[in-house]
């Protein structure tokens, strides 16, 4: 009864002091696991309110793409339907016009009101925002976010954005 009492003792030493151990080399930490304590991650929870925003963002976006694939399927249609009344010189002429007008909207910034939701990850903002045109690549928006200390300072609220912005301009607008 004695050892067992001293064993369950001791473990509770070593716990404290591992805990301890913790709390006091904080600072001698490396940059990224300092950020994980600081941050949430650990305990964070999601509440049905969450995902009830979540469900609604993502019944939304169903619904735009199905109104998007519509007006598709409707100009591929009445495209098909002009090229076959038109002769070969006019189409050129158009293929041209489009081309031109194709590189104007290219130059053209994407603005965007981007909404970030509570709980929202630094990787589903970059993937969100590279799904709405203001950056090219998610994954090194992301990585950007990680290796700057922007990933643990994401805000919710809604930011308004353009495809002109750096990246330290972006990451700065969606945590200030």
């Known amino acids: 009864m004695k050892t067992a009492t001293r064993s369950i003792g001791i473990g509770f ?10 709390i006091f080399a904080k600072p001698y930490l490396p940059e990224n696991i300092q950020r ?9 929870t999601h509440t049905d309110d969450d995902y009830e925003a979540l469900q609604k963002q ?6 735009k793409i199905k109104d998007l694939e519509e007006q598709v ?8 339907n ?20 194709s590189n104007d909207d290219q130059n053209t910034p994407t603005t965007v009101n981007f909404v970030i939701p509570e709980g929202a990850s ?6 969100d925002l590279a799904s ?15 290796e700057n200390g922007y990933d643990v300072l994401v805000r919710p609220g809604t930011f308004e954005l353009n495809s002109d ?3 330290e301009q972006i990451a700065q607008a969606i945590t200030n």
Do not use: C
């Open 165 to 167: 912005m750096t990246n």
């Open 82 to 101: 002009d090229d076959a009344d038109q002769d070969n010189n006019q189409s050129d002429n158009d293929d041209q016009a489009n081309d031109d007008q």
């Open 58 to 63: 993502y019944d939304d976006a169903q619904t």
């Open 122 to 127: 630094a990787s589903q903002v970059a993937s």
């Open 73 to 80: 399927a409707a100009k591929e249609s009445d495209s098909n």
């Open 13 to 22: 030493l070593l716990a404290a002091l591992v805990v301890a151990g913790l």
């Open 36 to 44: 994980f304590m600081q941050s949430d991650a650990a305990t964070q």
């Open 132 to 146: 709405q045109g203001v950056i090219s690549d998610a994954t090194a928006f992301s990585n950007f976010l990680t």
